[in-house]
């Protein structure tokens, strides 16, 4: 019974990770705001006028920045723009988009996935056999039911109750297998909310406009229909693989995988060993839209780490007439103001797919031309930086976030509190590791500590002192931040090349997730790893919201991008 409560608090632990995928639809300078938010700062930056309410050191950066644009006359940046695939369309053209059959065929199996509740809670149990999971034995079913001609072609393993692992065997088994993955489950919805849905949230509901309302239509069940759909049609053109195609259908992505992707993926690992997997594609927040006048296409190719970080404060009691100068509620908020007093700095790095976005912003869009100047010089990096940093979207792409989101403390109102928590969490910037975390804080805690006469016990060192104590430790997932996939070599040419068929006028650049995906077990099979949503980010809404759906051209948008992915891995140049 222990081990069993232990792994939900674990589950639990991994969904403060998992963090609403609506916050980030507004990508990279998505509104004329963050534009001219930008033009600002380049006007600020040249003129030489100091930054209003802004440190000493981004004045430093800004007045370093204006003399290099003033000295420099070509690029410093050793960033470039990824060279950009060529156009890949192998197999038979297709356009599901004008059969009127295939429209309504394509709504009406989403739906009927959307109709099936499969719903993730926080406090599910580990074990997966549990009947609060006997909605996947159904979403199964009918999944089988209705895409029969993919279940008569496929090896077929369930992997720990309701994880689906599909094989399509290819010809050459030398070559290393595509992995593609979707999660069967979605968020739940919030009872209270139900009349606030424009359509009932399982419905399915198909509107004039061509909107497919519900759970899950975005995240991500129209994805997984969509792997399904696009396969019968190439097994439909008698499509046969030369490279074996591997489909990975995990069950609890939204409480954090343990049970669902981590299982498939040591099944994985075990039969095709370390970097045994060619390429894998899974969901993103990152597709196709237009910015500076142009359409780029973003693939992610990173991903942040997380980490929660509990303090404890350990105070003696007594009665509230009697009170110390400080109670422990007191120390507890000494120590979080303290905190977000000294929050982690932006910083625009080689490397940062935000950095590589700009840049070929700057190559192929109407970029203004000193923020491009700005861009391809590396010493205005620091001050580019600094100033998006104020912008909540932007800055959680340059540096490790931290929220603090739990704190309790004290039992009655006239009892001095005994023992205060908190909770704090953190998104670990690509290029940082938990440990940088970790040892920042101990250094901003323990002055305080000091000073208060209290015992400082950081991550898990034991101790026998239980009054005046400051303890900190972590709690549940440790999570390293995603390795980088490399925006160049065979797996980027199949990615970029498919897109790039699908949407010619495209920039095919990099992005990056600051929530995670299931990806995040299988970081040992392979170095490519793309999250990605292929259709207009306009025509894909509310990701965990009321009023979640998705076009009905986004999804055959998804449809078409698959079918297309299957067909160029024929004689793909990879191992």
């Known amino acids: 019974m222990q ?26 300078f998505a509104t004329q705001d963050r534009r001219d938010k930008l033009s600002a700062i380049i006007g600020i930056i040249r003129s030489g006028t100091p930054f209003l309410n802004v440190s000493e050191g981004a004045q430093t950066h800004s007045h370093i920045c204006r003399h290099a644009l003033q000295r420099n006359g070509a690029r410093t940046s050793p ?8 156009s890949l369309s192998q197999g038979p053209e297709w356009d599901p988009a004008a059969d ?86 979605v968020v739940p919805v919030n009872p209270h909310t139900w009349n606030q849905w424009t359509y009932p949230p399982f419905s399915g509901h198909l509107d004039e406009q061509g909107w497919i309302w519900g759970r899950g239509t975005t995240d991500m069940k129209g994805t997984l229909v969509a792997i399904l759909a696009a396969t019968e049609r190439a097994l439909s053109e008698d499509f046969k ?3 074996t195609v591997l489909f990975s259908f995990g069950f609890d992505e939204e409480i954090g995988g343990e049970r669902g992707a981590n299982e498939l993926a040591k099944v994985i690992h075990k039969r095709y060993g370390t970097d045994g997997i060619s390429l894998i594609v899974d969901e993103g927040f990152t597709g196709v839209d237009v910015e500076y006048d142009t359409s780029f296409a973003r693939l992610g190719v ?11 404060v350990s105070t003696p009691g007594g009665h509230s007439s009697r009170p110390p100068r400080h109670t422990g509620v007191g120390v507890m908020s000494r120590l979080l103001v303290e905190m977000e007093n000294n929050p982690n700095m932006p910083q625009l790095k080689e490397g940062n797919p935000l950095l590589s976005y700009l840049e070929c912003a700057a190559e192929y869009g109407n970029m203004e031309d000193n923020l491009k100047k700005m861009v391809r010089e590396e010493k205005c990096w620091p001050a580019l930086a600094e100033q998006m940093g104020d912008d909540r979207i932007l800055q959680t792409f340059l540096k490790t976030t931290q929220a603090v989101d739990i704190v309790n403390g004290g039992i009655k109102y006239n009892a001095l509190p005994e023992y205060v928590t908190s909770m704090t969490n953190y998104r670990i910037d690509f290029f940082e590791t938990t440990q940088d975390t970790f040892s920042r804080l101990e250094k ?9 006469n209290m015992t400082f016990i950081p991550y898990g060192e034991d101790s026998d002192v239980h009054q005046n104590v400051i303890r900190l430790d972590t709690f549940g997932i440790v999570l390293e931040p995603a390795p980088l996939t ?68 986004a999804h055959i948008s998804t449809i078409k991008f698959y079918h297309r992915l299957i067909w160029n891995s024929a004689g793909w140049a990879s191992p």
């Open 241 to 243: 693989p030369e490279r």
């Open 486 to 553: 490399p925006a160049i070599g065979p797996a980027w040419d199949l990615m970029g090349g498919t897109i790039r068929s699908l949407f010619p006028n495209a920039i095919v650049v990099p992005s990056a997730m600051t929530a995670f995906t299931d990806t995040q077990h299988f970081w040992d099979v392979s170095k490519n790893i793309y999250r990605f949503v292929p259709a207009s980010l306009q025509m894909i809404l509310n990701y965990h919201m009321v009023d979640e759906r998705i076009h009905i051209d």
């Open 100 to 185: 009127e059959g295939f429209l309504r065929l394509s709504h009406q199996r989403l739906a009927g996935a959307v109709q099936i509740r499969t719903e993730s809670f926080d406090d599910m149990p580990y074990n997966s056999s549990d009947p609060r999971f006997h909605e996947f034995t159904r979403l199964e079913a009918y999944l089988k039911n209705t895409y029969s001609n993919f279940h008569a072609h496929m090896q077929f393993e369930r992997v720990n109750e309701h994880g689906l692992l599909f094989t399509w065997k290819g010809s050459n088994l030398s070559l290393k297998p595509m992995l593609l993955m979707a999660h069967q489950d």
């Open 79 to 86: 960033v470039h723009c990824p060279v950009q695939p060529k």
């Open 3 to 28: 081990a069993t409560n232990d792994n939900v608090v674990s589950s639990m632990s991994r969904a403060i990770c998992l963090i609403p995928l609506a916050l980030f639809i507004a990508i990279l």
């Open 444 to 452: 901003i805690l323990r002055p305080i500590a000091d000073e208060y």
């Open 302 to 312: 990173a991903e942040k780490g997380c980490l929660t970080v509990t303090i404890d």
